[in-house]
């Protein structure tokens, strides 16, 4: 197994990232690479999902997939509980690092930044745009929480289907939005023979400033 890792390499070809085609701002280059992500990758890969990292009160790191929602100037938008291990993680330490990575474009951006909760309001309107059952089942589920067995998560999944022949779920309080207040941004573009571009953006009290990083 070792020697198939080791000899497994692919050459980047796609495509180059040059000053040349950058603006002053990150976030729009951003929404192009996601959108081209969307387009080109073939399903089944959610362009959107990104790889979420999150530091415990010992200094610990934890990463996991989520999905971003929305892409703001402000920030990336994901939802999740408020209870789950992450969510302990930022009332501990309001910070993440979300990767995303595109191999069909041999692409990769890393965003770094603080974390806080949306509005009460955004969390409403996005948990009431999902499917029914999506919304029961995040009601049934104590993420990060240990179940018994797959019977318990099914049987909390029945009672709570049955609590709400008749109505329309509620929002439960400890499950909502994340946005991750961009601070830095890398877009890292593989070349051939390993000699990637990797261009940086980092926050400055008024707009971005960019550089080159080696690869
Ligand atoms: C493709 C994919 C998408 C996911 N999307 C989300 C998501 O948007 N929100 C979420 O809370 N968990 C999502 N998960 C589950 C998380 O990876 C993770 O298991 C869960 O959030 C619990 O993480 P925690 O215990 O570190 O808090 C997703 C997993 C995968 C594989």
Same mark, same amino acid.
């Given at each position: ?29 951003l929404q &192009?690479w996601l959108l081209q992500a969307i387009e080109?990758e073939? &399903?089944p890969v959610e362009a959107n999902a990104m790889f979420l ?12 997939v989520v999905l971003l929602k929305a892409l703001?100037?402000?920030?990336l938008i994901f939802y ?18 979300a990767t995303f990575h595109w ?6 951006v890393?965003v ?57 779920? &509620? ?42 990083? &080696?690869?």
């Amino acid at each position: 197994m070792s020697e198939y890792l080791q000899n497994m390499r692919r050459n980047y070809q796609c495509d180059a990232l040059l000053e040349s085609q950058l603006g002053d701002e990150p976030v729009s280059l951003l929404q &192009a690479w996601l959108l081209q992500a969307i387009e080109y990758e073939v &399903a089944p890969v959610e362009a959107n999902a990104m790889f979420l990292a999150s530091v415990d009160g010992y200094g610990r790191p934890h990463g996991r997939v989520v999905l971003l929602k929305a892409l703001e100037a402000e920030g990336l938008i994901f939802y999740s509980h408020y209870g789950s291990a992450k969510g302990v993680d930022f009332v501990l330490n309001p910070y993440a690092a979300a990767t995303f990575h595109w191999p069909g474009l041999e692409r990769q951006v890393r965003v770094e930044g603080v974390i806080e909760r949306v509005t009460a309001d955004e969390s409403d309107r996005y948990f009431h745009s999902r499917p029914l059952l999506s919304r029961l089942a995040c009601i049934a589920s104590p993420q990060s929480q240990p179940v018994a067995s797959r019977d318990e998560l099914e049987s909390r999944m029945d009672q709570v289907q049955q609590q709400h022949v008749q109505s329309v779920p &509620a929002r439960p309080q400890d499950w909502g939005g994340y946005r991750l207040s961009m601070q830095r941004i890398e877009f890292w573009q593989g070349r051939p023979d390993r000699l990637h571009d990797r261009i940086n953006y980092l926050k400055q009290d008024s707009g971005w400033s960019r550089e080159r990083l &080696a690869p």
